[in-house]
């Protein structure tokens, strides 16, 4: 049996959490009406599910323990766990874990709902955004960045397809399964933590080059994938394809990549102070708890990064 952070991944263990500041009742499956199928990972399925009390909707995660103990994928559960209960309810750029509970077979994180989707289908409904919606999101992103690695985490998964349109439109960055809680010696490149660490993390078209070399990953692996994603949204395609893994991998290293005929000049220019081989020469890289120099390139002139106002209409109506 395994008993950690109050999951206990054995069947019939009742885990003692405490329930959230609200004092909800300790929920259970039959608590909630499933529905049709969000998305479906290696180790979890993602249900659109209604609270049969309150009749709200939820998007909740189901885990099979049973598959999560034969894959060693306790420790990855937990830590997204733990992730998500640092991120709470403090911003609005990432989604919510309201609660978790179990039964015998599986894990469940009632987690918040993201009603328009994501990105990546966005992108491919009507090839790229326009400008001031890339802008508009990508200021969006480097603002839940910004609260993100002022807490010590790193994302290491961030793609158009992790970035979901709430109801209102704002951006709900979202599967921190792949998340890192940085410690001092994560900081201080300590060679055990390189060789312990010999699992790719991330999706290989965003992966940043230093993962690929070394396994390291630090804040400055999201400023990368922050790079390709703004590439991605302005053109509709990705900086970096190719037809196989280690064909993608090869061009990352290689920084083997180019903009397509017409791409924005400023977002280009913005593109490639991120697409940069050393993670210390990123734009945004020695910047201290707010991205200044993000903040202040050219591609957000004009931007009130106190008030990004609403965002702006995703079709011409
Ligand atoms: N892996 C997850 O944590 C997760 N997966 N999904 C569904 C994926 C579908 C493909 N793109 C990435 C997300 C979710 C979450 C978090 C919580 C979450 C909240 N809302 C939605 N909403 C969706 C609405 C329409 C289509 C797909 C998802 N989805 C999720």
Not at 13 to 28: G, H, L, Y
């Amino acid at each position: 049996c395994l008993e950690v952070h109050g999951f206990s991944l054995c069947p019939s263990v009742n885990f003692n959490m405490t329930p959230p500041a609200e004092e909800v009742r300790k929920r259970t499956p039959s608590d909630y009406i499933f529905g049709k199928v969000l998305g479906e990972g290696s180790f979890s399925t993602v249900y659109l599910a209604k609270d049969i009390h309150t009749n709200k909707e939820y998007a909740i995660k189901v885990l099979e323990k049973a598959h999560i103990i034969r894959e060693k994928k306790t420790e990855n559960v937990m830590r997204e766990k733990e992730v998500l209960r640092i991120l709470g309810n403090s911003s609005p750029y990432f989604v919510r874990l309201y609660w978790t509970f179990q039964d015998p077979e599986r894990l469940y994180f009632v987690l918040s709902y993201a009603k328009n989707g994501d990105v990546l289908s966005q992108l491919e409904k009507q090839q790229c955004l326009s400008i001031e919606c890339a802008r508009y999101y990508t200021s969006e992103l480097i603002l839940g960045l910004e609260f993100l690695h002022d807490r010590g985490i790193v994302h290491r998964d961030l793609k158009p397809e992790n970035l979901l349109f709430q109801e209102n439109w704002h951006l709900l960055i979202t599967d921190l399964g792949s998340a890192k809680i940085m410690t001092d010696c994560d900081n201080e490149n300590d060679d055990f933590d390189k060789r312990r660490r010999n699992s790719f993390v991330g999706t290989a078209q965003f992966v940043s080059p230093e993962m690929l070399t070394d396994t390291s990953s630090s804040y400055e692996s999201d400023l990368w994938a922050l790079g390709c994603i703004i590439y991605q949204i302005v053109s509709g395609v990705m900086p970096f394809r190719g037809g196989s893994e280690y064909l993608v991998f090869q061009k990352i290293l290689k920084l083997l990549y180019d903009f397509p005929e017409g791409f924005d000049r400023v977002a280009k220019d913005l593109v490639e102070k991120l697409l940069v081989i050393d993670p210390r020469q990123r734009l945004g890289a020695n910047d201290e708890k707010r991205y200044t120099s993000l903040r202040d390139h050219a591609f957000f002139n004009g931007q009130n990064w106190d008030d990004l106002g609403p965002p702006p209409a995703m079709f011409d109506t």
